[in-house]
């Protein structure tokens, strides 16, 4: 009979295995530990491939309305460090939310540049509010109210039954 595995049944096959073929044959406490931490991983993948797009898209649009959130926080505000956080909100910020299902490269470039444009943000509010600018604690409030759930979610997709093996 021919079958089409999903991606889950690919990588369940590939997490049985190296339980059975693999784990065994190893001799050694670090092989065994390593063993654990690539099930572990492809455990975590398991998990996440289901909700990644759904994640990446609801990130997307909200990225970009914090950058223009974040910026509208620092109102009244002049200097470089504004001045580059105010440039992202007009560009970036001003995106169009994507559609669910998205075209996933496009999703995932766009992902990334918003991502990298939020770590542009925090280090100009850095700067703000290492020069006492009051107005960088709510714009920073903002991105937080972003990142804490984006982490606590990330984190609650990937973590199994006993934690994650790491290195160490």
Known sequence: MNTSPSLDDLLAGVI???????????QTMKG?????????????????????DAYVTDEHNDMTAV?????????GVDGAAVDRIRARAATLGQWADRPAPPDRAELVDAHRQ???ALTDTMR???????TDVAEADA??????????PRYVRDTQS????GGMLGRG
């Open 16 to 26: 049985i295995s190296i339980e059975t073929d693999i784990v065994p044959e190893l």
């Open 114 to 116: 918003l991502s990298q």
């Open 139 to 148: 714009a920073l409030d903002v991105l937080r109210g972003h990142l804490g």
């Open 32 to 52: 065994h530990a390593t063993a654990q931490m690539m099930q572990s991983l492809l455990q975590g993948v398991r998990q996440l491939l289901p909700v990644y």
């Open 158 to 161: 990937f973590c199994i039954d």
């Open 124 to 130: 100009d509010l850095d700067e703000l509010q290492r």
């Open 67 to 75: 950058l223009r959130d974040a910026a509208d926080a620092l109102e």
